[in-house]
């Protein structure tokens, strides 16, 4: 074993310098919502790094929704999970259709398809809010569920086509041709040879969407306004409307509706990093 | 890429003019969802709030709005001077987590977190902490100086700060992931030379890491000023906008007006924005559809 020299410790410490702010600064956030989650009410202002007693009291309040904010606190996350999941299916529905026609069949007008949606894609989401709201009315699906689905469809469906069409420009043309020459239809073409190849993008695609949509907070507050209908988020903003919200309750609210989709980003890390990231930013 | 694929190698069949091969059909039968999605979700609503944006009064009205004068000022601060301090530390974060060592590869994986939980539990948490009277913030220094801390929120520059303070927190570990996914794409080998030539590390960052990032890096910084114009939960759930409507930002005024059903007002502002917006898209379409 040889001692490290004076160098090495050198560069050790300064990458701690750096490391441990960064590790202060991205945990407060959360320790400071845990730390409420796990508090009884008196010890929650106390100021100190851990309760003197903890408890899962505030979860269990949540969970028999024993408080006035929080009675349709079930129906509130089974909303959010059925909004989140019909859009992530939807999305990959018209998404992977999308970049099908325009990858591999090379559909006249695939690319200027593929322009309108990048195009859509970088219009500020908070702007297309606005008039998308009103369309709503227009539509008369104000307070239904569909519209903040087809919206979220809307909002993530042009990312989606554009990374499944990345991943699918790659795939052999040869493939095709092969499947084509032994009888395959268009149909079997799409089922048995494009779908297979393309699952871990699919994977990608369909998790970003359904976390795209759990997260969504501006459109659900618009779209969504009866309790029993709004989802998660929008209920923990609307505690904010009285002064004298219980803040644990709040905080431990919020601690149940941030670990689902923590859960599935990193069961989906290596999806979700290969296929999104990668893809995100072409240089 | 592999779109190889143009002219030579063109649909077999006969012309287009003539009749459409299964495969065309099916892939105009494929692709109609999604443009019945977008004609439905974004063609109708752009062009029906264009049309409701129409009159001159509006950007009269609109003009004469102090708030909207302030919240044009604040949207400018938080880009120009937010997103280029969350990119520099975005940059040099990146070079941080490209040091291989198992504790800084634990680290990444925690650095992550604010980008996977959901933001609006986490910016409530900061509002909780910037409480005056109850607030975790004020309490510690109650505690350490025997002072009443600051009323953060209610301060606009401060509230503001704590806006794009909360962007950053939830945003940077996005651009570090990318930029450091452009950074561990440098050849090794580069390194190496320069480190037999005995080049310092600022010298390394010159004339080796910058030159092979500086596309990606602006890229990332017109993407993410793009994004941000529309980061409506870092402002409205930290500040609402207060105090005394101080810290909008266009985002979160389109929606007040929305709330006090001036609905022309708010697609006037946000048609306000696009002579900014537009070529900042354009320019991001042209570099992503090449």
């Keep these: 074993m040889k001692l490290p020299t004076l160098r090495e410790v050198g560069t050790e410490a300064k990458l701690l310098l750096i490391g441990i702010p960064v590790f202060i600064w991205t945990m407060i956030p959360i320790y400071h919502m845990f730390l409420f989650a796990i508090s009884p009410k008196e010890d929650a202002f106390s100021g100190k790094l851990w309760p003197a007693h903890p408890t899962l009291h505030n979860f269990s309040i949540v969970f028999h929704q024993q408080h006035y904010f929080l009675r349709d606190f079930w129906i509130q996350f089974w909303n959010s999970t059925v909004i989140a999941l019909a859009a992530g299916a939807l999305t990959l529905f018209v998404a992977t259709a999308a970049a099908f026609s325009i990858s591999r069949l090379r559909v006249p007008g695939g690319r200027a398809v593929m322009n309108l949606a990048l195009f859509t894609y970088f219009i500020p989401a908070a702007f297309l809010a606005v008039p998308m709201y009103r369309t709503m009315g227009n539509y008369g699906l104000l307070n239904n569920h569909w519209s903040l689905i087809l919206a979220m469809v809307t909002i993530a469906s042009p990312y989606a086509i554009w990374v499944l069409k990345q991943a699918s420009d790659k795939l052999p043309v040869e493939l095709d041709e092969a499947a084509t020459m032994d009888g395959a239809t268009t149909l079997q073409l799409f089922r048995l040879v494009y779908v297979p190849l393309m699952m871990p993008s699919l994977v990608a695609v369909g998790t970003y969407a359904i976390l795209l949509a759990w997260n969504e907070y501006l459109y659900a507050f618009l779209l969504l306004s009866k309790d029993t209908d709004i989802t998660l988020p929008v209920a923990l903003g609307n505690f904010l409307a009285a002064d004298d919200s219980p803040w644990e309750l709040l905080m431990t609210t919020g601690f149940i509706y941030a670990l689902p989709p923590a859960a599935v980003y990193y069961a989906f890390k290596r999806y979700m990093v290969g296929g999104l990231t990668a893809g995100a930013v072409k240089s | ?290």
């Design chain 2, 1 to 290: 890429m592999a779109i190889t694929l143009s002219g030579d190698q063109a649909l077999p069949g006969p012309p287009l003019s003539a009749r459409l091969s299964p495969p065309q059909v099916w892939g105009i039968v494929l692709l109609a969802p999604y443009l019945l999605v977008f004609l439905a979700f974004v063609v109708y609503p752009v062009g029906y709030g264009l049309w409701l944006a129409r009159h001159p009064a509006s950007y009269v009205a609109l003009y004469h709005d102090p708030i909207f004068a302030r919240a044009a000022v604040n949207t400018l601060i938080f880009l120009v001077i937010g997103i280029n301090i969350k990119m520099l530390i975005a940059l040099f974060l990146s070079g941080f987590f490209a040091q291989q060592r198992p504790w800084i590869k634990w680290l990444s994986v925690i650095f992550i977190l604010p980008w996977a939980v959901p933001s609006i539990p986490t910016i409530l948490s900061v509002r909780f902490m910037l409480n005056p009277e109850w607030g975790v913030v004020n309490q510690l220094i109650f505690k350490f100086t025997g002072d009443d801390g600051p009323n953060w929120l209610n301060d606009p520059s401060v509230a503001l700060a704590m806006a794009i303070g909360v962007h950053i927190w939830k945003s940077l570990p996005f651009w570090t992931l990318i930029l450091l996914t452009g950074r561990l794409a440098i050849s090794h080998d580069l390194y190496e030379a320069s480190d037999v030539d005995g080049a310092n590390w600022w010298q390394k960052f010159k004339y080796i890491t910058w030159p092979s990032m500086q596309t990606l890096y602006v890229t990332c910084t017109l993407l993410s000023m793009i994004w941000t114009l529309g980061d409506f939960n870092s402002v409205y759930l930290l500040t609402g906008g207060g105090p005394a409507d101080l810290t909008h930002v266009l985002s979160t005024l389109g929606i007040r007006y929305l709330r006090l059903d001036q609905l022309s007002l708010a697609m006037a502002s946000i048609v306000c924005a696009m002579p900014f917006v537009l070529p900042l898209v354009y320019f991001m379409m042209k570099r992503l559809s090449r």
